[in-house]
């Protein structure tokens, strides 16, 4: 089963408005952080928002914000006032369980990427 | 300042060479990874070093090879060059220590700009 499924392949939006990209995760692990990174046309990974598995509350960084469900397992973001720099490719991401020793380390498993169209 | 950078930004390159990336970090972090991603923009770790340790070496063909000089420093030498090995090759940086794990600031992996590969 994949671990990280965004099930929209493309999303457009109008200026101003907002918008939510899906996200929903599988891990039996209950030490896991969610991520989401923007990818622009020029390539770059940029980290957007970050959401602990037992953190309380939702992330919000500026006009980004994660709504994390746990019990459903969703790791949604919402883009506020959305604006033409927004066009971009969005990946949800997550890494799973603490490390146990100074040795390990966790990678990312990546979901499949939304693109994101702001219309003016 | 960047933070994570990689050279060359570009490779274009003949089937059967060998080449090389190189990646850097100023972040102080613990933990560098390498990612790939395909032509279909889908992302998938290759290889983690934490300490200059291999921690994470996904099933990859042995033709690639890490090597790790000291912690800030990650480059991913590849032999033998064949047409499916072009893709954008994508060095990462995090904290990751495991006391302090389940908070963005460690958890967190910041990404270099990309080195699009192209094999001929």
């Known amino acids: 089963a994949q671990k990280i499924t965004q099930t929209q392949p493309g999303m457009f939006v109008q200026e101003k408005e907002a918008v939510t990209l899906d996200c929903t995760y599988d891990?039996?692990?209950?030490?896991?952080?969610l991520f989401w990174y923007k990818q622009p046309s020029s390539g770059e990974m940029i980290f957007l928002i970050y959401?602990?598995?037992?953190?309380?509350q939702n992330a919000t960084e500026g006009r980004y914000s994660l709504n994390f469900q746990k019990a459903r397992k969703s790791a949604n973001l919402v883009i506020s006032a959305s604006q033409l720099g927004d066009s971009a490719m969005y990946f949800c991401?997550?890494?799973?369980?603490?490390?146990?020793?100074?040795?390990?380390?966790?990678?990312?498993?990546f979901g499949s990427g939304t693109q994101l169209t702001v219309l003016p | 300042d960047t933070a994570v950078s990689q050279t060359p930004k570009y490779l274009v390159t003949q089937m059967g060479n060998d080449k090389s990336i190189k990646c850097e970090q100023n972040l102080g972090h613990d933990t560098m990874y390498w990612y790939k991603q395909d032509s279909k923009k889908f992302l998938k770790i290759m290889f983690s070093?934490?300490?200059?340790?291999?921690?994470i070496n996904e099933t990859v063909p042995n033709r690639f090879s890490p090597k790790s000089p000291d912690k800030a420093h990650l480059n991913l030498h590849i032999n033998s060059l064949e047409l499916g090995d072009s893709a954008v090759y994508f060095c990462?940086?995090?904290?990751?220590?495991?006391?302090?794990?389940?908070?963005?600031?460690?958890?967190?992996?910041?990404f270099g700009p990309g080195t699009r590969l192209t094999v001929l």
């Open positions: 891990t039996s692990d209950p030490s896991y952080g």
């Open positions: 070093y934490n300490n200059k340790e291999l921690i």
């Open positions: 991401a997550m890494r799973e369980g603490f490390p146990v020793t100074s040795g390990s380390a966790r990678q990312l498993t």
């Open positions: 959401q602990g598995s037992y953190d309380q």
């Open positions: 990462a940086s995090s904290q990751d220590r495991p006391w302090t794990s389940g908070r963005r600031e460690t958890d967190t992996q910041y």
